[in-house]
């Protein structure tokens, strides 16, 4: 692993589930999209929370779009970015049922080793997530998008929480990146920006603004 990489990588050793490399995975990414690359010749990454508000790449499209048998849910442990080991905070994550509203990207296929390097670094220092190649409707047709998902055994799901869970790491988780309700609310704006309104997240908000609780 290159060092820049590997000190990227460092906060979260500790907190890496057994038999989750995410160096295995990235190559296994790499090696699917390389098989469906004559259909597709660039790379198509979708965003349903911080990848619409901070993408983190350069990309030559951009299209609203909705991925079916998947849902956004603030349901991840984050005990880094968001949170910590002591306090955990949450992050979104892809679960499986329903349907998803948000944003497909379009990387030029020259660019696209550099993104999955950029993503990885992002999104899988401690492999947690599950990549996954889902079809997203855009002008050009289907295409089959890069996304990360969540699998429901994976110990970062939380499960169900109380309302009062909610509040208490709305008021008190904060990590590397800033706290879990201000990533929480950039993302229910962004989605507001782009016409998608989810209403669980709303729900969710309500409760870190009410004042009787």
């Known amino acids: 692993m290159p060092p820049d990489r590997a000190s990227a990588f460092a906060p979260y050793t500790a907190l890496r589930p057994p038999g989750r490399d995410p ?7 790499r090696a699917d999209w ?16 911080s ?14 779009t909705r991925i079916h048998g998947w849902h956004r849910a ?14 955990p905070g949450l992050v979104f994550a892809l679960l499986p049922g329903g349907s998803c ?32 190649w889902l079809p997203c409707a855009t ?22 929480l109380a309302p009062e869970q909610y509040r208490h790491i709305f008021r008190h988780a904060t990590g590397r990146y800033g706290t ?8 229910l704006h962004t989605l507001r920006e782009h016409g998608i309104h989810d209403r669980r997240l709303s729900a969710l908000l309500a409760l870190a603004d009410d004042p009787d609780a």
């Open 23 to 29: 160096e295995r995975m990235l190559a296994q990414a």
């Open 34 to 49: 390389h098989r469906h690359a004559g259909a597709h010749p660039d790379l198509w990454v979708f965003g349903y929370a």
């Open 51 to 64: 990848l619409i508000w901070r993408p983190d790449f350069d990309y030559t499209e951009r299209h609203a």
């Open 74 to 87: 603030l349901a991840m442990w984050s005990r880094v970015n968001r949170g910590t080991p002591e306090r």
């Open 101 to 132: 509203q948000g944003v497909v990207y379009r990387i030029p296929r020259h660019d696209a080793d550099a993104v999955f390097d950029t993503l990885w670094a992002r999104e899988m220092p401690s492999g947690v997530y599950d990549p996954r």
């Open 139 to 160: 002008p050009h047709g289907t295409v089959p998008a890069l996304t990360f998902t969540l699998s429901r055994r994976s110990p970062s799901f939380t499960g169900e």
């Open 180 to 187: 879990t309700l201000d990533y929480a609310r950039q993302t």
